[in-house]
């Protein structure tokens, strides 16, 4: 059975072709710029995969996107399948599943966020494969998460926004945060885009800093600690480009336990370095992600 699969991020679209083992069989890359000029070249890369004049076993069953946000997945709303009030402004209020479904007819259609998106690819072959309860975190330029609780990607009210926490300053640090919003939340003061704003250079140029690594490391655990106290996972996994530092990980989780200060004592838990780990499936788990919603939206609908 073959699904497409839209990975949408905000600097690319991978626009793909996958089977229900996870295995991706064709993909594109298309930059992320304005919906005029990206959504035609996605929609044409979908639509010729539903032709009529193609062979039933070469049309995809079922589409699945995992998209930036903030982005709409109540299903019931008026609005569900929109991206909302997103810092990329042309891409305000874009009606995403709206529009791939005006394009390729009644064929099922998933939507979740891309972090939720990542984590169901993780959960289904990866690092959190046969969990129930697992989330994702990505720090990069933004920091977001993915969720899954009883087996379930967690939405709730509208969906979880972890990169927006508020947080204890560790003294010493007087960056005061790069969020419009909040100053020093998560985001603010341990994304890519605080750690360029507060060192003054890209993560990658400040490989040699362990200054530079060591805070970090102490706001992600810090951050890390609030997500075990409230959602207790079962394993926590770490993506996005700052993670892209492997030294990162000794050190968070040194952090993490000194913070825990054994309150809770868990298998899982002893066994920190599986416990925080980094994503499995090399860079592709959004992807997969988006043809696992492609087979439960396929699934839903029969
Ligand atoms: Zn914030």
């Given amino acids: 059975m073959l699904y497409g699969a839209l990975a949408a991020g905000g600097t690319k679209m991978i626009c793909a072709v996958g089977d229900e083992s996870g295995q991706i ?9 304005t919906p005029e000029e990206t959504m035609p070249q996605v929609i044409e890369y979908f639509k010729a995969r ?14 699945g996107i995992a ?3 903030p982005v709409d997945v109540r299903k019931n709303a008026k609005t569900y399948g929109n991206i909302l009030h997103t ?14 479904k005006d394009a390729l007819g009644d064929i099922p259609i998933g939507f979740d966020t891309d972090v939720n998106g990542a984590l169901l690819g993780e959960a289904t072959w990866g690092a959190a494969k046969g969990l129930e309860d697992a989330v994702y975190v990505t720090i990069g330029k933004g920091i977001g998460m993915g969720a899954i609780v009883s087996g379930n990607p967690v939405h ?20 005061q945060g790069s969020c419009p919003s909040h100053g020093a939340c998560f985001e603010g003061l341990a994304s890519g885009q605080a750690i360029l704003g507060r060192w003054g250079k890209q993560a990658h140029e400040l490989l040699d800093k362990p200054e530079v690594w060591d805070l970090e490391a102490k706001y992600i655990a810090q951050a890390l600690n609030s997500i075990i ?19 990162l990980f000794p050190l968070i989780r ?3 336990l000194e913070y825990i200060n054994e309150y809770i004592v868990t298998k899982e838990l002893r ?4 416990y925080v780990t980094p994503a499995a499936l090399n860079g592709n788990e959004g992807v997969m992600g988006a043809i696992k919603l492609a087979e439960m939206a396929a699934l839903d609908a029969e």
């Fill in 87 to 100: 810092p990329k402004i042309p891409w305000r209020n874009y009606p995403m599943v709206q529009a791939m």
């Fill in 229 to 247: 106290m409230t959602l207790s996972p079962q394993k926590i996994i770490l993506g996005g480009g700052v993670m892209n530092n492997k030294k």
């Fill in 50 to 63: 539903v032709d009529p004049s193609l062979p039933e076993d070469e049309k995809i069953k079922a589409l």
């Fill in 254 to 256: 040194q952090y993490l």
């Fill in 156 to 175: 709730g009210m509208l969906h979880p926004e972890v990169g927006h926490i508020r947080m204890s300053v560790i003294p010493g640090d007087e960056y």
């Fill in 271 to 274: 066994n920190m370095s599986s």
């Fill in 67 to 69: 998209c930036f946000g």
């Fill in 25 to 33: 069989l064709d993909q594109l890359l298309i930059p992320t710029t």
